[in-house]
């Protein structure tokens, strides 16, 4: 299983992009779903994630009331839209499924696929 994300470009701060998590294997709503991050020479950054049985998630200080996770049940995917974006956004983003253990450790999640690049600049 992989879930693929889509939906990156570039962008001038400022900016939205809206990222798309989609796959054919599995159904996103079942699952608890994760965004990613990862600048070049830089760790894997935890993002945002919801858990739709319970409603718990996570939203990094560095994206608090500027990203935002949505779902479409009916078309299977999982969405981020990012607002007010910075030059220090720019990294390419993963969708990921939570597995167990905390949601800002990459090392909770499976079924990572091909990232997308988010590019922010002037």
């Known amino acids: 299983v992989q879930l693929q994300a889509s939906g990156g470009g570039s962008v001038q701060p400022g900016g939205s992009l809206r990222l798309s998590c989609t796959t054919s294997e599995i159904r996103l709503d079942d699952y608890a779903i994760g965004w990613f991050r990862q600048a070049p020479g830089k760790e894997r950054e935890g993002v945002s994630c919801?858990?739709?049985?319970?409603?718990?998630?996570y939203t990094a200080d560095s994206v608090q009331g500027r990203f935002t996770m949505s779902g479409d049940g009916a078309k299977n995917i999982v969405y981020l839209q990012m607002n007010s974006l910075k030059p220090e956004d720019t990294a390419v983003y993963y969708c990921?499924?939570?597995?167990?253990?905390?949601?800002?450790?990459?090392?909770?999640?499976?079924?990572w696929g091909q990232g997308t690049q988010v590019t922010v600049s002037s």
């Open positions: 919801i858990s739709p049985s319970d409603g718990s998630r």
């Open positions: 990921a499924s939570w597995i167990r253990g905390d949601y800002d450790r990459s090392r909770s999640y499976a079924y």
